[in-house]
Structures are given as C-alpha cells and as structure tokens.
C-alpha cells in the first residue's frame, strides 16, 4: 500500500497554499503563448469582428433609397415637373432613364436596369385643370418586395402633400388626380417567389465552400496527404478529382431546391432550363475553387471552418437576400458583384430568383400598363379620348 492511499493520509493535506489558482494561471499564459503561435486564428479574431462591423455597417440599409426610376413623359408641363421633382424629393426614387415609349419603357423593368417606372399620360394637366380625375401611372419592379414595398408605401401621401398647393391655395378637397401602382412580376407580393430561387444560391455558396475547404485539410490531419503526393499523381490531378465529384453533388442540391419549391411551394420555373444549368455549372465551380484555395492556405479544419464562414456572411448578406441590393451603397454593390460570388440577382445562379418571379406572372406583363399607349391614355385621361 502506497502513502498516499494509507488511511488518514489524503492528498489534500499537501495541497500547496493557491495552488488551484496557480495551475489555473499556468494553464490560462500556455493557451495564450499557443494562440500567439497560431496566427490565422489570432487574425480572424481580430479582423472578423472588425470587418464584419466596418462592412455591414456602412452598406445594409432595410430601408433603400434613390431606387434606379425611368419616366415615361408624354407631355412637358408645369405639373408633369413638379410631380417628377416631388417624387425625387421623397429620397426613394432616382430618375436615370427617360423613354419616348411603352416598349422600351417595358423592357426596361424586365431587364432589372430600373425598379420603378413613372408614366405620365399626354392631356394630364389638361386633365387635372378640367376635374376629370386622371391616374398617374407608376409601375414597380416587385421581384424584391422588400425594396419596392417602402417605395409605394410612402408613394401617395409624399406626393399629396408636395402637390396640393400647387393647384389648390387652402387644404384641397380632394387629390386631384389618382396614383396607380401596379407591382409587376410579382403583384401579391408572395415572399416564397423571392426567397426559394434564392436560397438554390445560398445552400450552394454554403455547402460547397464547406466541403472544399474541408477536403486537403482533412487529408493532412489524418496524415494521408503523403501518401496521396508519393504516388505518381500531379496535384492538378488531385485538385480535379478533390473538385469534380462536389460539382455532382452540387447537381443534386440545386435539383432537390428547385424541385422542392415548385411542388412545395408553387414557384414556377419556365425558360431555358439548360441556361440555369450552365450558370449553376459556372457558380458551383466557382465555390469549390475558392474552398479549395482556402483549403491549401490553413493548418487545420477549423480554420478552414472559420476561413469559410469568413467568406460566407459577406457573400450572403451583400447578395440581396437579406437586405435589399438596390438599397446598398455603390461600393457596396461592387463587393457584392465581385468578390463575393452570392450576388443575386446577378449574372450568376442567383439570377434564378430574378427569373422565377418575373415570370410567375406572365399576365401582369399584358396588363392596361403594357397595352398600347392609346389605351393606357384612355384610362388615365377620361373625357379627353374624343
């Protein structure tokens, strides 16, 4: 029998006077000196938080404003102007395109090159002077709900209250003419048409990102990396078979979202299905080289976790899913086009969301605002058609 077990000889009677706390320190300056020798983490705790606060604080706005507008001006009048400069004085709207007709005022929302569209039908004053109570036209782009609803929320009463004085000396009785909004693309402003073709964008930037970067770390934590380079293979040829396989079950993801939003959740999908499955080809690559780059620049998986998620929350939160895109600063919007591969909708997968919605109402495209102008000045301008 041993000392220490003999009875009535416990360890704690040699307990050294603070020892717990003096092991607690020892143990507490070898996590720092280890956290001093690894360096990456040592910068992502610093750099993260700082980037992330810099970053997001600048360019998300829930609330976006000077929304890219084009106007339809068929006539040069004192009122035609003063509707124009109330409406830029509301902050939300910023006129960019001026058209001279319906087709190219058309094509211009389909395209995404403006989210709002101010028509102001030929005789409107004429209209207004006349008491006939005509309707000021102003379409919106409705694929990102979030970003045109703020806009004609506030559409109405802004524009009442800068334009009652103007043809009224005292409180008018009543607005003198009608602003009709009409929401394209998605009217019922169903939030399931913006987010479901953009979470095919989301899942992928995750997920692939994560299983790159994972996949030469993995193989250098389990010491088989060595074995991998001492057989007779180039390293692009372990970079291909590391990347080819993820292609193919980024494939299957992208399969499953899509085929669940349609039968789920009812988004439609028409077009070229080919397209979509280039630009998911070109955006599932583009995630697993940039996993696979940080893959070969950390030490362990955790930094390969950490690396990810460093790439991940720009990426997703300067895409426009979240927040809306239009609302974001300039600079903003170039990190979010270049750097970070989540931009949607863009050039990349995340044009799906663009493209199910503004085609999950094909009707509203061959709505009184798309028909011929004449028709469109009818209803806006009653009694001025004969």
Known sequence: MSLVDAPGHSRDSREPPFGFWRRSYAMLVKEFIQLRRDRVSFAMIVMIPVMQLMLFGYAINTTPRNLPTAVLLQEDSDLARSILKALENTAYFRFTREVHDVAEFDNLLLSGKVLFGVEIPRGFERAVRRGDHPALLVAADATDPVAAGSALGALGVVVQTALEHDLFTGDPPSMPFEIRAHARYNPAGSSRLNIVPGLVGTILTMTMLIFTALSVTREIERGTMESLLSMPIKPVEIMLGKILPYVLVGFIQA?????????????PVQGSLIMLALLSTLFITTNLSIGYTFSTIVQNQLQAMQLSMMFFLPSILLSGFMFPFAGMPVWAQYFGEGPFPGR????????SRQFCARRANPESRDSPMCNHTSEVHARACPGMTG
């Open 344 to 351: 949607e909708p863009g050039d990349k997968i995340g044009a």
């Open 255 to 267: 399969t499953l979202i899509v085929g669940i939003g349609v039968l789920l959740f009812g988004v």
